[in-house]
């Protein structure tokens, strides 16, 4: 019942910027942490920005200075404003939130989603 969609990934020159949003719908009473991870093919995902319920943001060394993470609770939305970009950003970004859902007749569920992914290429 609860789905996450990302989008804005795309090819883009080396020193580039880029702006991912992740949208989270369904049944939910409310997002906690939520945060965008990265993952290259043969290798593990890896966090790339992390921003809590209480806006503290969190960010990979690797990224540091140049991505930054923001949430608008009204949209359920999350964004990731990527600049200075170099081909070693190149990667599947997938949307991560943990998300209270209200499953009706007084029941509730505590998961972690993950969106389907947007893919972003930096070009020499």
């Known amino acids: 019942q609860v789905q996450l969609v990302e989008s804005g990934g795309g090819l883009v020159q080396s020193g580039g910027s880029l702006n991912l949003s992740c949208l989270a719908s369904?049944?939910?009473?409310?997002?906690?942490?939520v945060g965008w991870y990265r993952q290259t093919p043969g290798k593990q995902r890896q966090p790339v920005a992390v921003i809590t319920r209480d806006g503290i943001t969190n960010y990979d060394p690797s990224v540091e200075g140049r991505f930054t993470i923001s949430r608008d609770y009204a949209k359920r939305s999350v964004y990731l404003r990527m600049t200075s970009l170099n081909v070693e950003d190149t990667a599947a970004y997938y949307c991560?939130?943990?998300?209270?859902?209200?499953?009706?007749?007084?029941?509730?569920?505590?998961?972690?989603?993950w969106g389907q992914g947007t893919q972003v290429t930096v070009s020499t």
């Open positions: 991560n939130a943990d998300i209270l859902s209200n499953l009706g007749s007084g029941r509730w569920h505590q998961g972690t989603y």
């Open positions: 369904g049944s939910i009473h409310s997002i906690n942490a």
